[in-house]
């Protein structure tokens, strides 16, 4: 057998051994794919639920708003009750865009869409109801967190005040 032939067939079985082991390691990488909502969409490996809680209150006002969205395998189940719009559920719409794939952690963003009236339903091109950003997670088959924040239509000069609480516990089963 020639020199030439050997180094071949010694690189060919070292590539070979190799390869198990690494492959191994990248054994769990997350497969995101894309969709109309997003270039990179993970969510179709998480269960679990996102929430907004929002209350407004004024001189002649009190409004509250609450939206709760079930995860299972990515599709989404929005419960949606609020002074203004009653109680209804609905079907919604889910993105989860990792930071990363080939990392256990790192970073992400989640987006909600949940119809905001009991005959509405979401478009693509909108805005989410729910938007969870630049978060970080140690592992990426749990993401949980809380983001509570002044209420975006707080006016102290007409006597509004308020806060919206957003809360996330996703994870891959």
């Known amino acids: 057998m020639s020199i030439v032939l050997r180094r071949v067939m010694f690189y060919a079985v070292v590539s070979a051994a190799l390869s198990s082991p690494l492959a191994a390691q990248a054994e769990g990488r997350w497969t995101c794919r894309a969709d109309s909502l997003s270039g990179f969409n993970c ?15 004024g001189t002649n006002t009190r409004q509250t708003f609450r939206v709760v969205a079930t995860v299972t395998g990515g599709r989404v189940s929005c419960q949606v009750t609020g002074t203004e719009v009653g109680e209804f559920s609905g079907p ?3 993105v989860v865009a990792h930071a990363a794939t080939l990392m256990a952690g790192g970073g992400y963003d989640i987006s909600v869409w949940c119809p905001d009236a009991a005959d509405s339903r979401m478009r693509r091109g909108t805005e989410p ?9 140690a592992d990426y088959t749990v993401l949980e967190g809380r983001d509570a924040h002044e209420h ?22």
């Open 43 to 57: 969510a179709h490996y998480y269960n679990g639920t996102v929430t907004l809680a929002s209350q407004l209150t």
């Open 92 to 94: 919604g719409m889910l």
């Open 129 to 137: 109801l729910i938007k969870v950003m630049r978060q970080r997670a």
């Open 152 to 173: 975006p239509d707080t006016d102290a000069a007409n006597g509004l005040s308020g806060t919206e609480t957003i809360t996330w516990a996703l994870r891959r089963p």
